[in-house]
């Protein structure tokens, strides 16, 4: 065991678990309010990023 690689995937783990959390508070608030714009500004930034981010 390396314990570089045990703290990167660890940060790295934490990193997916804090997006997905802002994804399911998006999604949560498009389907409650049943329009993009009236869910949270800085949701939907963070979206654009992450989704920059993965591409």
């Known amino acids: ?5 045990y703290n990167v995937s660890e940060w790295l783990g934490a990193a997916a678990a804090t997006a997905f959390g802002y994804a399911m508070a998006g999604l949560f608030q498009l389907v409650t309010h049943r329009s993009i714009w009236k869910v ?4 939907l930034v ?3 990023f992450y989704g920059i981010l993965a591409a």
């Open 40 to 43: 949270d500004v800085p949701i």
């Open 1 to 5: 065991m390396n314990p570089l690689w």
């Open 46 to 48: 963070l979206g654009v």
